[in-house]
């Protein structure tokens, strides 16, 4: 255990690279995969069962938790570790990107954003100094500075007006943030998908300086393709020795692609989201598990999976309570899938420790490819 926060790059395989981001929380295995606990829950999972399957950080939502049930609240309760009953390391948003997907009426300014709240139309501001303070309250062990971020397609002049914006408020966050040693501040690039503006983007970040990078601006509606083009040269303007962060990433094979890259860590809901919705990944592509084809089906989803899932039931089972809207079901399929996406990360950490990435994406591509099993 440590009381700072610092980041051991042990070994890189082409672009990709794995290591250990050390906190007082706890060690965080990169490339990370960070579940999403929005509203202070990863949905349908118990913290313990989230941490079995091999996470070793959560996301919580700044733009949720200062809504309901108030970061003064959660403060006043010891905080959000233990108001959620999860003692290791955890990652705030800054609030921001969801206030331009959630909120009502809202007004950018210099200063910030006020908006309407989603859940009541209550009137609420966010700045970068209020961003640092709710996420302080919140007890958060990796804050993210305040931005914003248009959606893409977006044109030239919008996006470096915004990305100039969002650098004024990452020197504001930095200011505000002040010292608090064993907590990180992480930067956030924008540019959109103008390599000139990533650049300078970067540029200002790093003068500013950071315990970790996060890349923004990405997964907003631009697809695959045009992300990991940015990918190809976004994480090489920042600095080796400090972590990446890519936000809001993805399906399976963008966290791989990205990691490829040389990102180091990635959340997103699309695991429990998808669980709750029927859709499950696997080794062998994404299954929907209400398909008429599993009715009869006695085999597990996945024979290669630890998780409880695939271990105690059969996929004619999991179709059934699915398709009775059984509590059951989103806990089962988000189990699976959240173990699935860590099999993952610790497939490539191996991989990558190994300098046989190449093989393993290989073989990753390989068995998505080859399909679902036949039907019985
Ligand atoms: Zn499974």
Partial sequence: MTNRFSFDLKATDGKARTGVIHTPRGDIRTPAFMPVGTAATVKAMMPESVRSTGADILLGNTYHLMLRPTAERIDRLGGLHKFMNWD???????????????????????????????????????????????????????????????????????????????????????????????HALFGIMQGGLERDLREESAKALTDIGFEGYAIGGLAVGEGQEAMFECLDYAPDFLPQ???????????????????????????????????????????????????????????????????????????????????????????????????????????????????TFEAWQAEFHAGRAQGDIDPV
């Fill in 88 to 182: 290791r390391p955890i990652l705030t948003d800054s609030g921001g990107f969801q206030v331009m997907s959630l909120a009502g009426l809202r007004k950018l300014t210099e200063q910030g954003v006020t908006f309407k709240s989603h859940i009541d139309g209550s009137k609420h501001e966010l700045s970068p100094e209020r961003s640092m303070e709710i996420q302080r309250l919140l007890g958060s062990d990796i804050v993210m500075c305040f931005d914003e971020c248009p959606a893409l397609p977006a044109d030239r002049d919008r996006i470096v007006e915004s990305m100039r914006l969002s650098m004024r408020w990452a020197e504001r966050s930095r200011a505000a943030f002040g010292e608090r040693p064993g």
């Fill in 241 to 355: 020795d400090k972590p990446r962060y890519l936000m809001g990433v993805g399906k399976p094979d963008d966290i791989v692609g990205a990691v490829a890259r040389g990102v180091d860590m990635m959340d997103c809901v699309l695991p429990s989201r998808s669980g709750r919705t029927g859709q499950v990944f696997t080794r062998r592509g994404v299954v929907n598990i209400k398909n008429a084809r599993h009715m009869d089906d006695p085999r597990p989803l996945d024979e290669n999976c630890s998780c409880p899932a695939c271990q105690n039931y059969s996929r004619a089972y999991l179709n059934h309570v699915f398709r009775s809207n059984e509590m059951i079901s989103g806990m089962l399929l988000t189990w699976h899938n959240l173990q699935y996406f860590q099999d993952i990360m610790a497939g490539m950490r191996d991989a990558i420790a190994a300098g």
